[in-house]
């Protein structure tokens, strides 16, 4: 199996800066897609941003231009840089990787972490 853990969430002042961070670990044999997503109260989850393996990115609307995923592959992490902070962007943000593992190796799974609170404050 694959886990997954976020850390860099926090309280920021609206216009601040935060930078999230997620490590994969276990029997990982490849990581294809990594994105983060978040889920706001009384909301669907949403993507805010994606990132292949050879670097494609994509990234929500709302969030172009201020927000930048980038991903460390010797590393098996994913980070999101977030800038400009809204307090529409307060929610909790998770990870989510597609992965293939050594027990499994033809096949893709996805796996979520657990969440970490972003809090953008007005």
């Known amino acids: 199996q694959v886990q997954l853990v976020e850390s860099g969430g926090g309280l920021v002042q609206a216009g601040g800066s935060l930078r999230l961070s997620c490590a994969a670990s276990?029997?990982?044999?490849?990581?294809?897609?990594l994105a983060w997503y978040r889920q706001a109260p009384g909301k669907q989850r949403e993507l805010v941003a994606a990132?292949?393996?050879?670097?494609?990115?994509l990234y929500a609307d709302s969030v172009k231009g201020r927000f930048t995923i980038s991903r460390d592959n010797a590393k098996n992490t994913v980070y999101v840089s977030m800038n400009s902070l809204k307090p529409e962007d307060t929610a909790v943000y998770y990870c989510?990787?597609?992965?293939?593992?050594?027990?499994?190796?033809?096949?893709?799974?996805?796996?979520w972490g657990q969440g970490t609170q972003v809090t953008v404050s007005s």
């Open positions: 989510n990787a597609r992965a293939t593992t050594t027990q499994a190796m033809g096949v893709i799974t996805g796996y």
């Open positions: 990132i292949t393996s050879g670097g494609g990115t």
């Open positions: 276990g029997s990982i044999f490849s990581i294809n897609e």
